[in-house]
């Protein structure tokens, strides 16, 4: 079965940091993609109006249904995350620009998703 995502890092200005369309079906439909997007948006809204609590907010938009397959995944990038945000030379907030960080990404969401 193949599986559709879209993982996104949003800073606490609604800046997105971090986008990638991921998944077993990366190659799609311009259109699809930007669907995803503003799904994605439309859902921070309702986020942010509940609360926000933290520097960012990561978010998945996903068609499987694997529960522990999305915990996991979403545990290792926090831990992802969390490391790019120790590093110095990052400043808190920018665009997530990290060939490394894309790589690990993209691995985890093969791996989990």
Not at 31 to 38: D, I, N, R, S, V
Not at 75 to 95: A, C, D, F
Request: net charge neutral; aromatic share 8%; glycine share 2%.
């Amino acid at each position: 079965m193949t599986t559709t995502a879209c993982f996104i890092v949003v800073s606490k200005n609604d800046i997105p940091i971090y986008e990638a369309e991921v998944g077993s079906t990366v190659r799609q439909k311009q259109e699809q993609a930007h669907q995803h997007q503003f799904i994605l948006h439309a859902a921070l809204d309702l986020v942010q109006d509940l609360a926000w609590t933290t520097s960012a907010i990561l978010m998945l938009l996903h068609d499987s249904r694997n529960e522990d397959g999305i915990k996991n995944f979403f545990q290792e990038v926090h831990e992802l995350y969390v490391k790019t945000l120790l590093n110095p030379l990052y400043l808190i907030g920018s665009r997530i620009t990290s060939a490394h960080f894309d790589t690990r990404v993209r691995a985890l969401a093969r791996k989990y998703l």
